[in-house]
C-alpha cells in the first residue's frame, strides 16, 4: 500500500489519482448560450453528478484554465440556463470534437455534424441526436479555491426544469429507463473512455 500526505503531492499527482481511481465518471455534454453573441456553446464535463431529488439538482464542476472561467461556466451564470445531455455511444466521436479550445464567438458545434433542438423551459437550445436532455436552471454557483485563495473551479448546481427522454430509451407505462438501450458512456484517465459493460443486481438489506 502506498501512502501519501496530499499536502506533499502536487497538483498534477492529484489529477492522477483522483481521475485515475473515480471512475467509471458519467459524462455531462452541456449547451449554454452568449448573453453577448447569441453563440451556442457545448462542451463536455465528467465532473459530474446527481445531488439531489427534491428539488432535482445535478452538480457540474468545471476547472478554470490559468485562473479564466471557461465559456459553460460564464454563460451558465450570467444567464442562469443550461441544458445537460447524457454522453451516449451514438454522439461520443461528435461530443469528443467539442472539447477543442476555440475563441468564445465560435461556436463548437459548428465543427460537428450535432443539430440543435429548441428547448421549452429555458431560452438554451439542446443537442437533436441526444437520447437524454435536461433543461435546467442555475439553482447555485460555488467558487472552489485553493489554499492560497485563488479560484481553481466552478462548481455548478443546477435545477432540472424539464426533461426530453427518447422513447427508445424511457418506458412510459413503468417511468424507469433501460442503461442497455442507453449506451452511456464514461469517462476514465487519460484520453480512455469505458462503455456500459456487464450489469449485475444487489437487493439492498431490510
Do not use: W
Not at 45 to 59: G, K, M, R
Not at 68 to 79: E, M
Not at 150 to 167: I, N, Q, W
Amino acid at each position: 500500500m502506498f501512502t501519501f500526505n496530499a499536502t506533499d503531492l502536487s497538483a498534477k499527482t492529484h489529477y492522477k489519482i483522483l481521475t485515475g481511481s473515480i471512475i467509471p465518471r458519467p459524462v455531462a455534454f452541456v449547451t449554454t448560450k452568449s448573453a453577448e453573441s447569441e453563440v451556442v456553446n457545448a462542451a463536455p464535463f465528467s465532473y459530474f453528478s446527481i445531488v439531489s431529488a427534491t428539488p432535482p439538482l445535478i452538480s457540474i464542476s468545471i476547472q478554470r484554465a490559468g485562473g479564466n472561467q471557461k465559456d459553460t461556466a460564464r454563460h451558465a451564470i450570467r444567464s442562469g440556463e443550461l441544458v445537460v445531455h447524457i454522453s451516449t455511444e451514438s454522439i461520443v466521436e461528435e461530443m469528443n470534437k467539442t472539447a477543442v479550445t476555440l475563441p468564445s464567438e465560435e461556436s463548437e458545434l459548428d465543427h460537428t455534424s450535432l443539430t440543435l433542438a429548441p428547448s421549452t423551459y429555458v431560452s438554451v437550445p439542446g443537442i437533436a441526436e441526444a437520447s437524454i436532455r435536461m433543461e435546467c436552471t442555475l439553482y447555485d454557483h460555488i467558487e472552489i479555491k485553493d489554499d492560497e485563495g485563488a479560484v481553481t473551479a466552478d462548481l455548478l448546481l443546477a435545477k432540472v426544469v424539464g426533461y426530453h427522454l427518447s422513447p427508445e430509451v424511457y418506458d412510459d407505462s413503468t417511468g424507469y429507463l433501460d442503461a442497455e438501450a442507453i449506451q452511456p458512456i464514461s469517462r476514465l484517465a487519460g484520453n480512455d473512455y469505458s462503455k456500459l459493460g456487464e450489469l449485475f443486481t444487489l437487493k439492498r438489506p431490510e
